[in-house]
């Protein structure tokens, strides 16, 4: 028998033995369905250690998380630290990685009109793609009204959580330019650190070679310590992300599934939507390879989903891009752009979560109403970053901006989790294909080898 028959038979056994496993709760074996479930992790652990991938094992360590929430919760929100960990590592990473690739890909080719038309290339990409995905979202709740007869009692005077500031288009834009890089850097501010880095990267260009080769030779060098580190961190990932689905089902229980079922149902649908309807056919009309972009983007996915924090997937995501054949200066520029005028998924989020909390409120929006919720989110939008749950307060300004009564969003809260996992999956996933597609359009797609670290990684 071959190693790959041998590794089909354990996935397809452990498959076989989860499924029997979820059956048998239903015919009041329960201990019996926790043991047979047991049996199918360790199947799957043997189907994972003959194969060289980190991703089968963040698949296992899902299943395990999700196990070990079900049958010891009291031990599984302990684990949170774990996740913590990893995410904290991660956050240390995102920064400098970008500063030096970014200034790299800027100054090392000098090309000026290169960086200008990738930014107006990928400016255009980011609000066409945003502007389906918000409509996808408007379009999934008004055919399922999954809002319709949730009866909420709307109280005057209600407390809970304030809405934040509605912003402005004024105050977008002047967030985006940093008042201090090092505080951009502490606090996390993808963009500002990206803006910084590119008018560093331009005055770097500028400057004569003697003066210019010192500091470029210094973010080369940082940028392949970053994705070193990378590579190390990544280690930790299967353990980061089985902690973090044992917290949130030990924390919320089996119900989480269930509770709110049918938006979560009505989101995950709208979002198979937007990959069928829009990422399918933006992959074929740009000539991207479907499945080498699947596999590419798997790793940092599944990260994002269990995390339910797309930055947590971007630096294996930069990494993967690279590997896939988008150059390191498209991908330094595009990806981190995108998590500020690109998340898919928060825009799918937002006009189907506002048009729950009209139809939970028994209100009537008119067709011009919508189109100009449409139009508002799509500035609001902007402002998410790869944060978990920073959507949520995005969707809390655009309720007080549109009137909207907050006692529907607080339902929400009990079944955010879910669906974050699903948003920043796709914000992730977005940023991917929006970086391919900018390299294929300034034709430069596997024009580049990745770097020997780079490919060292991906292949671990």
């Known amino acids: 028998m071959t190693t790959m028959m041998r590794e089909r038979m354990l996935l397809g056994l452990a498959l076989v033995m989860l499924a029997a496993g979820a059956v048998l709760p239903m015919m009041h074996q329960v201990a019996a369905g926790s043991v047979v479930r047991w049996i199918a992790v360790v199947l799957l652990c043997g189907f994972a250690m003959g194969r060289r991938s980190l991703t089968p094992w963040i698949?296992?360590?899902?299943?395990?998380?999700?196990?070990?929430?079900?049958?010891?919760?009291?031990?599984?929100?302990?684990?949170?630290v774990l996740s913590d960990i990893f995410l904290r590592l991660i956050k240390t990473i995102v920064a400098p990685l970008i500063l030096a690739t970014l200034i790299t890909g800027i100054a090392g080719h000098g090309d000026m009109k290169?960086?200008?038309?990738?930014?107006?290339?990928?400016?255009?990409?980011?609000?066409?793609?945003?502007?389906l995905a918000l409509v996808i979202g408007l379009v999934a709740i008004r055919v399922t009204q999954a809002g319709v007869g949730l009866s909420v009692p709307i109280a005057a005077g209600a407390t809970g959580l304030a809405a934040p500031p509605v912003q402005h288009w004024q105050d977008f834009i002047l967030h985006t330019f940093p008042e201090n890089i090092v505080k951009a850097i502490y606090e996390g501010q993808i963009l500002q650190v990206s803006v910084f880095a590119v008018f560093f990267g331009i005055a770097l260009a500028l400057l004569p070679e003697s003066k210019r080769a010192p500091v470029l030779r210094l973010t080369e060098s940082l940028s392949e310590v970053m994705f070193g580190f990378t590579n190390l961190v990544m280690y930790f990932a299967p353990v980061a992300v089985g902690a973090a689905l044992a917290y949130t089902v030990g924390q919320m229980g089996a119900g989480v599934l269930v509770n709110l079922g049918k938006l979560v149902l009505t989101?995950?649908?709208?979002?198979?939507?937007?990959?069928?309807?829009?990422?399918?056919?933006?992959?074929l009309l740009f000539?991207?390879?479907?499945?080498?972009?699947?596999?590419?983007?798997?790793?940092?996915?599944?990260?994002?989903?269990?995390?339910?924090?797309?930055?947590?997937?971007?630096?294996?995501?930069?990494?993967?891009?690279?590997?896939?054949?988008?150059?390191?200066?498209?991908?330094?520029?595009?990806?981190?752009?995108?998590?500020s005028f690109n998340m898919d998924g928060a825009a799918v989020y937002l006009t189907l979560a506002s048009m729950f909390v009209v139809q939970a409120a028994g209100m009537h929006l008119s067709l011009g109403a919508q189109i100009g919720m449409v139009l508002m989110l799509m500035l609001a939008s902007k402002g998410v970053s790869g944060v978990p749950?920073?959507?949520?307060?995005?969707?809390?300004?655009?309720?007080?901006?549109?009137?909207?009564?907050?006692?529907?969003?607080?339902?929400?809260?009990?079944?955010?989790?879910?669906?974050?996992?699903?948003?920043?999956?796709?914000?992730?996933?977005?940023n991917c294909l929006a970086s391919a597609v900018v390299a294929r359009w300034e034709g430069t797609f596997g024009m580049e080898l990745p770097s020997a670290v780079v490919v060292e990684g991906m292949a671990e």
């Open 114 to 131: 290169s960086v200008g038309r990738m930014a107006w290339k990928s400016l255009v990409y980011f609000e066409v793609i945003t502007t």
């Open 389 to 430: 749950r920073a959507t949520l307060m995005v969707l809390m300004a655009a309720a007080a901006s549109l009137q909207l009564p907050p006692e529907p969003i607080f339902v929400i809260l009990g079944i955010d989790a879910v669906m974050d996992m699903g948003r920043s999956t796709a914000n992730l996933v977005g």
């Open 287 to 339: 000539r991207i390879p479907v499945l080498g972009f699947v596999r590419a983007v798997a790793e940092p996915a599944s990260i994002a989903f269990a995390t339910s924090a797309s930055e947590a997937g971007l630096p294996r995501a930069m990494e993967a891009m690279e590997a896939f054949g988008v150059p390191r200066k498209v991908v330094a520029f595009v990806i981190p752009a995108g998590y």
């Open 267 to 283: 989101y995950y649908g709208a979002l198979i939507a937007l990959a069928v309807l829009v990422m399918l056919p933006v992959m």
């Open 59 to 80: 698949f296992v360590a899902m299943v395990a998380g999700a196990e070990i929430g079900f049958d010891a919760p009291g031990f599984a929100v302990q684990l949170r």
